[in-house]
Nanobody
């Protein structure tokens, strides 16, 4: 099995910063892509940022210039540094990874359990 465990969420005032971490563990051959999504109350889940194993990065327009994403391939961990947070960033943040497991052929998407980020005004 493959597990994704997120940490680092919490309550912060507008303008503040938080750093989210997501560690993948289990029977992993390779992780092709790691990313962060979020779901705000009453809204659909949306991509926040993603990074490939080669280091290619994408961001949602709403977070460009404020958030950065990085990964440690040796630790199977992805980080999301969130600066200049706004109340509209309030959401549950989910880690996603495209993983090649040892027990299956091909790659599959896995999700973490989510971590709450609340930004107060």
């Amino acid at each position: 099995q493959v597990q994704l465990v997120e940490s680092g969420g919490g309550l912060v005032q507008a303008g503040g910063s938080l750093r989210l971490s997501c560690a993948a563990s289990g029977s992993i051959v390779r992780i092709n892509y790691m990313g962060w999504y979020r779901r705000a109350p009453g809204k659909q889940r949306e991509l926040v940022a993603g990074i490939t194993s080669g280091g290619s990065i994408e961001f949602a327009d709403t977070v460009k210039g404020r958030f950065t994403i990085s990964r440690d391939n040796a630790k199977n961990t992805v980080y999301l540094q969130m600066n200049s947070l706004k109340p509209e960033d309030t959401a549950v943040y989910y880690c996603n990874a495209d993983v090649v497991p040892t027990y299956l052929t091909g790659s599959f998407g896995y999700w973490g359990q989510g971590t709450q980020v609340t930004v107060s005004s």
